[in-house]
C-alpha cells in the first residue's frame, strides 16, 4: 500500500467537470458509499442528475473553486480543459488528482508535444505555429499532407485544418498558438486506457481499435486487431508516460498504428476516455471505478474482460426526425445502452452510446452497429419517451 492514507467512503469526491465522464465516475462512486460534489458553469448536468451536490461557478472564479474544494476529501477532474489556475486554487485546500502539473501539460498540444519529445516518447514531427510566416516555415520541416491545430482547448476534431499536399496555407488568426504536425500515413487508431495508483501500481485495459468520424470517436472495438508484440508495446509506451508524468489516476493515451508495426503518440487525456466506455459492462473493474480507486488511494481493481466488446458513439444527428428507436436496440439482448442525461440532441453532440458483447471483436462490431442501426427506425407515435407503463 501507499503511504499516502486512504480516502475511505463515505468521503466525498470533488469532480471538476460535469459531462458524462462524471456522471460515470459518479455512478461508480455511489455504488462504493462515496458522496460526490461536482462543480461547472451549468445546472442539470450530467454529472449533477447523480451527484450529491452540484455547484455551478465559472472555472476562472479560483475563490469559488477554493471553497468547493475546502469542502470534498480529494478533487478529480472529467476533462482537461480546466485551468491550470483552478486546479491549484483546488490544491491549496484538498488533494488534486492527477496532480495540476499533468493537467498543465496535457491541456496544451505544444506543451505536451514537447514533453513527449523531451522524454524519448514516439510522435509525429511538429512545429509550433503563431502567424503565418511561422506557418510557412512550420510545412517546410513537417512536409505537406499536415494538420494545423489549435495548441490549447481542442478535442473531438475542434480547432483543426487539414492542409494537402499543395496549394497555399491558410491565413491565421493574430494572437493564436497553434501546432502544425505532420500527417502519418497509419493503419489503425488504437488507445490504451491505463492507471496509476498512488503507490505507483499500474494497471490497464489492453489496446482497443477506434475509428473517428469528423473527428469524433464512432466507433471501439476490444480487443484491437494487433499482433500481440505491437499491443503489447503499445500497453509498455502508456505504462511509461504514466510513471513519466507521475500519474494518479486515469490517462488514455491515443496512437496510430503504422503497417510496420511501428506505434505514434498522438495525444494524451488524463481522465476516464471515451475509448474506455466499454469497461462499464466488460470488465471486471471499469475505468472509472479505477479512478475513484486511485484517487482515493485504494488498492487498484482487477482489469479483465469478460468478453470481446465494441462501443458504439450515439450523436445529436440520431434524433432527428423523431426519438431513437430505443426498443429495436434493446431487442439484442448482449447490447447495453447508456444515455448521459442530456436535454438538447444537437447534431455531433453526444447523447449517449451503445455497448454490445459478444464472442470475438468482430461480431461484437457487428452487433453494436446493427443495434445502432436499429435506433434509426423511429418510435411509434403509441409509444411516448418517458410515458408511464399501465
Known amino acids: 500500500m501507499s503511504s499516502i492514507t486512504p480516502i475511505l467512503p463515505p468521503a466525498t469526491i470533488g469532480v471538476l467537470g460535469s459531462g458524462q465522464l ?29 451527484a450529491d451536490v452540484e455547484i455551478v461557478g465559472d472555472y476562472d472564479d479560483l475563490d469559488a473553486v477554493a471553497k468547493f474544494a475546502a469542502n470534498v476529501d480529494v478533487v478529480t477532474f472529467e476533462f482537461e480543459n480546466i485551468s491550470t489556475h483552478a486546479a ?41 505555429v503563431s502567424n503565418d510566416d511561422d506557418l510557412r516555415t512550420a510545412i517546410e520541416q513537417t ?22 499536399a499543395s496549394g497555399p496555407p491558410p491565413s491565421l488568426r493574430a494572437g493564436n498558438e497553434y501546432v502544425l504536425e505532420e500527417r502519418i500515413d497509419f493503419e489503425r487508431e488504437v488507445s490504451v486506457v491505463a492507471v496509476r495508483g498512488a503507490d505507483g501500481a499500474f494497471a490497464h485495459f489492453g489496446a482497443v481499435e477506434n475509428t473517428h468520424v469528423n473527428g469524433i470517436l464512432d466507433l471501439t472495438v476490444s480487443p484491437a486487431s494487433l499482433p500481440h508484440r505491437v499491443a503489447d508495446k503499445a500497453i509498455e509506451l502508456a505504462r511509461a508516460i504514466l510513471e513519466s508524468l507521475d500519474v494518479v489516476g486515469v490517462m488514455c493515451v491515443e496512437m496510430f498504428a503504422a503497417s510496420d508495426g511501428r506505434l505514434i503518440v498522438n495525444e494524451l487525456a488524463p481522465r476516464p476516455h471515451n475509448s474506455g466506455h466499454f469497461t462499464f459492462d466488460a470488465c471486471l473493474t471499469s475505468q472509472f471505478e479505477q479512478q475513484l480507486r486511485a484517487v482515493c488511494a485504494l488498492p487498484l481493481g482487477d482489469t479483465r474482460q469478460h468478453r470481446p466488446a465494441a462501443m458504439a458513439q450515439l450523436l ?12 429495436g436496440a434493446l431487442e439484442m439482448p448482449n447490447v447495453k445502452l447508456h444515455l448521459y442525461g442530456k436535454h438538447d440532441a444537437k447534431p455531433g453532440r453526444k447523447m449517449g452510446h451503445l455497448t454490445a458483447l459478444s464472442d ?21 407515435k403509441s409509444v411516448r419517451p418517458g410515458a408511464t407503463a399501465q
Not at 373 to 380: D, F, G, M, S, Y
Open 88 to 128: 491549484e486554487a483546488a490544491e491549496r485546500h484538498a488533494p488534486v488528482r492527477p496532480a495540476g502539473r499533468v493537467l498543465h501539460i496535457t491541456q496544451n498540444r505544444l506543451r505536451e508535444k514537447a514533453w513527449l519529445r523531451d522524454h524519448g516518447f514516439p510522435l509525429a514531427r511538429f512545429a509550433p
Open 360 to 380: 470475438t471483436p468482430a461480431e461484437a462490431r457487428r452487433v453494436v452497429l446493427a443495434a445502432r442501426e436499429a435506433l434509426k427506425r423511429k418510435l411509434p
Open 143 to 164: 512536409g505537406r499532407p499536415a494538420i494545423l491545430k489549435t495548441a490549447g482547448f481542442g478535442y473531438d476534431g475542434k480547432g483543426q485544418i487539414r492542409i494537402g
Open 22 to 50: 462524471g456522471r460515470m465516475f459518479a455512478i461508480a462512486a455511489r455504488k462504493m458509499g462515496y458522496r460526490v460534489h461536482t462543480y461547472s458553469p451549468d445546472t442539470d448536468t450530467p454529472t449533477g442528475q447523480v
Open 316 to 327: 445529436g444527428d440520431l434524433w432527428i426526425g423523431g426519438e431513437p428507436n430505443w426498443i
